[in-house]
């Protein structure tokens, strides 16, 4: 089992700045590969952007340039890092780790004003 905290979101103005957090506990080492993944309403849950164990990164290209992962093995913490933000990335935010299995945060809103 592993259990993900969020936290960071809120309400920002476009080109504005936010920075999201995901702290991992329980089996960490068990975790191959970690992301955010993002849910504006009426619309599907898609993936940002991922971290592998290796360190290794991937983005969705709405984002490529603006935001960057990263991570802490220290704390078991995964960053998000949203620069330039735009009234389209307005969704919930969710931090996700795979195993075997996948598991979800709780997910944390973020608001752009145009």
């Known amino acids: 089992q592993v259990q993900l905290v969020e936290s960071g979101g809120g309400l920002v103005q476009a080109g504005e700045s936010l920075r999201l957090s995901c702290t991992a506990s329980?089996?960490?080492?068990?975790?191959?590969?970690m992301g955010w993944y993002r849910q504006a309403p009426g619309k599907q849950r898609d993936l940002v952007a991922l971290?592998?164990?290796?360190?290794?990164?991937t983005y969705v290209d709405s984002v490529k340039g603006r935001f960057t992962i990263s991570r802490d093995k220290a704390s078991n913490t995964v960053y998000l890092q949203m620069n330039s933000l735009k009234p389209e990335d307005t969704a919930v935010y969710y931090c996700?780790?795979?195993?075997?299995?996948?598991?979800w945060g709780q997910g944390t809103q973020v608001t752009v004003s145009s």
């Open positions: 329980g089996n960490i080492f068990s975790i191959n590969v």
């Open positions: 996700n780790a795979e195993t075997i299995d996948a598991y």
């Open positions: 971290i592998t164990s290796s360190g290794s990164t």
